[in-house]
């Protein structure tokens, strides 16, 4: 997921910004005020106005992301957590590298415990 969200980050920035920098990079025409033409003004315009709609779909996005996240904390989960136990195993794995001698060990661990 990670290589795909960079690669997504980098098209959409080499997009939205290479674009309207090559636009308005061009060279001037003699008698023309700033070198953009009508068809550059309507793009550029159209990428603001894109720019500006991807922004707030991923505001709202993000809003309604936390706003979950936030609701699933105040859910109760329905256990008791008072009381509770928990380990962290890291077995030798050339010792235990077969399924059964693993169940061996934690049937043996959860007796002795």
């Not at 980098?10 to 061009?26: D, E, I, N, Q």
């Not at 008698?31 to 709202?60: E, Y």
């Amino acid at each position: 997921m990670l290589p795909f969200t960079l690669a997504l980050s980098v098209l959409t920035g080499l997009v939205f910004g290479a674009l309207p920098a090559a636009l308005t990079s061009r060279t001037l025409v003699p008698g023309a005020s700033d070198g953009i033409t009508i068809g550059g003004r309507k793009m550029r315009h159209a990428l603001v106005t894109v720019q500006m709609a991807v922004s707030l779909i991923l505001l709202v996005g993000a809003g309604l992301m936390i706003r979950s996240l936030y609701r699933l904390q105040q859910v109760d989960g329905g256990f008791q957590t008072e009381r509770v136990m928990t380990m962290l195993l890291d077995l030798n794995w050339a010792k235990y590298n077969e399924s059964e001698p693993v169940r061996t060990f934690h049937k043996t661990l959860l007796e002795q415990l």
